[in-house]
C-alpha cells in the first residue's frame, strides 16, 4: 500500500503540505487546471523554490486581491499568522513576507480569473463552501474528503466561540484561500495514489498571537481542538507554527505516530517551505513510500448452536452475516446430546 509519513517538527499548514506535495511530484500545471474547477474570483497561485537553514524546498501560496483589507468574524482565518500565509488576520505583521525575496531559482506565478468577485462585504458559512465544492467539476471523492476538513474545521471554530456550525463565517479572502489549500492537499494525495497518511509528533509553537478577539494562545482555540487526538507539542518557538487548515487537514487524513511507521519503507522525501525564518528549519519533510501488509492480529469468533431450524434458512443468515462485516461464516452439522 502507498503511504506517506509526514514529520511536523516546524508545524504544519495547508499551503506547507501542499508545496511539499508539489515538491513530490504533483506536476503544478495539473493543480491550476484542476483548482479552475472551483468558481472562487480572482486569485494567483505561487510556486517557487526556496531555501531554508540550507534545505531547498518547495513554496505554495494562495495571493488574493485587497487581502489587507480584511478580517475573518466568528470564524477567523489563523492561516496567515503561520510559516506558510502572507496576510494577517490576527494583526500580527511581525514577520517578513517571502513572495519574491526568495525567488532567485524557479518561480510560477498563476493568475486567474474565473468570474468577478466582490470581497469587500462578502462572507460564506459552511453551506455556502460547501455549495461551491459539490457544485465544481471535481471528482466525487475530492469533493467528499474536501468537504470533511472543511466541516471539521467549521466545527472547531463553532465550539470555540459558542455558536453553531451555521454561524461560523469565513470572509471571502480566508474562504478561498483555505478552499485551495484544502482542495489542493486532498488533490494531490490523490494525484500520487496515497492510501494511507501517517503524521509525527505536530510542533504547535507557543507564545501568544494577536487577532480580532484580542490575544489568544498559541495554539490557537481552534487548532488546540483540532489536535485533540493527535500527539502534539508547543517547543519553545514562540510562533504559530500549526494553523487549523493544517490540524483540521491531520485530524480527518492521517493517522497519529510516534515515530516511522512500522512496515513503512520510504522511497522519496520532499519538503514544503514555510514563510518565516525561523531558528530551524521552516519546512514540512514528507516521505513517500510502501507499507507493508499488517501480519497476524486478533479476530474475534462468534459461534453457536442451533435446534430444530428449517435448512433452508441457513444461507439467508450466512448472507447477512457477510454482508454486517463477517469475514468468514460457515456451517457444520453436529449431534446433540438429544
Request: charged share 20%; net charge negative.
Amino acid at each position: 500500500m502507498k503511504a506517506i509519513y509526514i514529520e511536523a517538527f516546524a508545524g504544519i499548514s495547508g499551503n506547507m503540505l501542499l508545496g511539499a506535495l508539489i515538491d513530490a511530484g504533483v506536476p503544478f500545471d495539473h493543480l491550476v487546471s484542476e483548482m479552475k474547477k472551483l468558481p472562487l474570483g480572482e486569485y494567483e497561485l505561487i510556486n517557487k523554490r526556496v531555501n531554508k537553514c540550507g534545505i531547498d524546498a518547495n513554496y505554495f501560496n494562495v495571493l488574493l486581491p485587497d487581502e489587507h483589507q480584511h478580517d475573518v468574524t466568528i470564524g477567523h482565518r489563523h492561516e496567515h499568522t503561520h510559516a506558510g500565509h502572507h496576510h494577517h488576520e490576527h494583526g500580527d505583521t511581525g514577520h517578513n513576507h517571502e513572495h519574491h525575496s526568495d525567488c532567485a531559482q524557479h518561480c510560477h506565478q498563476v493568475k486567474v480569473s474565473e468570474e468577478p468577485v466582490h470581497h469587500h462585504h462578502e462572507h460564506r458559512n459552511l453551506h455556502d463552501i460547501a455549495h461551491i465544492i459539490t457544485h465544481s467539476d471535481l471528482h466525487d471523492k475530492i469533493k467528499m474528503q474536501s468537504l470533511q476538513v472543511f466541516t471539521a474545521l467549521a466545527e472547531a471554530e463553532a465550539k470555540v466561540h459558542g455558536k453553531t456550525v451555521d454561524e461560523v463565517h469565513f470572509h471571502e479572502v480566508g474562504a478561498i484561500d483555505t478552499i485551495i489549500d484544502i482542495a489542493g492537499c486532498v488533490l494531490a494525495l490523490e494525484y500520487l495514489g496515497i492510501e494511507k497518511i501517517f503524521v509525527s509528533n505536530i510542533h504547535t509553537g507557543s507564545g501568544f498571537v494577536n487577532c480580532a478577539h484580542g490575544l489568544m494562545p498559541v495554539p490557537a482555540p481552534a487548532t488546540a481542538e483540532l489536535l485533540q487526538g493527535l500527539q502534539h507539542s508547543q517547543g519553545k518557538i514562540e510562533k504559530e507554527l500549526t494553523t487549523p487548515t493544517g490540524a483540521a487537514l491531520m485530524k480527518v487524513l492521517a493517522v497519529s505516530t510516534n515515530d516511522i511507521p512500522q512496515g513503512f519503507s520510504g522511497s522519496k522525501i520532499a519538503y514544503g517551505a514555510g514563510t518565516w525564518d525561523l531558528e530551524i528549519p521552516n519546512v514540512l519533510r514528507i516521505s513517500i513510500g510502501e507499507l507493508e501488509a499488517e501480519a497476524g492480529g486478533e479476530l474475534l469468533v462468534a459461534e453457536c448452536n442451533i435446534d430444530d431450524m428449517n435448512g433452508e434458512l441457513y444461507p439467508y443468515v450466512q448472507e447477512r452475516l457477510l454482508q454486517a462485516g463477517a469475514l468468514d461464516c460457515w456451517l457444520t452439522p453436529i449431534i446433540m446430546k438429544k
